[in-house]
DNA sequence: AATAGTACTGGGTATTTATACAGTATATTA
DNA sequence: TAATATACTGTATAAATACCCAGTACTATT
């Protein structure tokens, strides 16, 4: 999608505008009047203009045949699921992504960033089953007892975070089976990718 | 709102059609098109009526100037929580349904009904902990191994499913405090709700 | 200084569109 | 039977609207 300038910019929201408020597309008298242009054809120049940049579509020799291409409201819903992949931490990148949800951005109570695949069943007594979809949110406020991910070098995990001392972490599972992983801040190198906030189980 | 003809109820879906299709609503000339009608003023009295009636309004004078008093497009993706309630059945009742949730209706697959308020951990061995929200399937195309909402006379449950016999039917919690219920269906009535087709927990 | 892009004014026209009027036909209800 | 609401066709007109053209002014770039 190309730049735009300001004076389109202007255009571009009194249509979303109107049409939130009205249920329709606007004429250009009606731009002109709502921005104070003096004459219709100055709308229609900036209509073409954000038509051949991609904005809108118009719909020619329809009257209020103003269409928004990417309206605002049809984006405002999609999360990527990202797989827990072995190496490496997971990333917002494309190749990564297994394919994305729609829900709403607050659908946790807080906000999130991402789905994150649940691989293994270090954390069953936390009620988290294999396969199963954290919400992650990412962010460094990490409080103990928080179920965070965390990489460890090149390994991703999910795990209870608690900070026993400025330079010891433990990272705790939430499955008998499992032990306990201790951090030494000086010697082992750990990145907190984010918290958990939430979970969706497919079936 | 008042009733409504079989002629002002396509009209209505047109529009409805119309504003889906092309982001803004139609003319006379379009519903006529569409209908096919072959005089505008079919639609113009049309329209009137469903105005009359409050299901549209019209902007006068004003080219394209219909509003759908109630966009279908608002409410097409709220579905409500349900608390376990301590006696009687889960309803859709209003008084019972705590908030609701924006998601897809394809969210976890196949279709849902409701989400269900988790009150107590017997389930807690298959990853269902208190207060989750499990997405409720109303059928009763249920098969051992299911996870149903029952009922049983007044209270309502969550537990697998397993029929032993065409007369012994057991709910088997997932948590070894818990014991597995025997029904003996010739003794006791049994009313399954549903079947959970996914999980959502919100923090 | 020359060039090009953007932002605007103003005039004019053909088309689209809403809307009114006149009339027919068919049900339903009183 | 009469009255009334609904469902259309057809015609006409004024207003709304899209859209084309010609021209001015400002700014940034080369």
Redesign the pocket.
Known sequence: MKEI????NKVLDCIQEYINKTGF??????I?KE????????A???LR?LEKKGFIR?????????TLVNPIGKEESGFPIIGLVAAGSPTLASENIEKTVNCPPSFFGSSFDYFLRVKGLSMKDAGIMEDDLIAVKKTQDIRNGDIVIARIEDEVTVKYFERKSPEIVHLKPANEDFNDIEIDLRETEIHIEGKSVGLIREN
């Open positions: 300038t300001i004076q389109q597309p606007p004429t250009r008298a009606n002109c921005l104070g242009f003096k004459s219709p054809n100055s229609e120049t900036h203009a118009i719909e020619s020799g329809t009257s209020r045949g103003i």
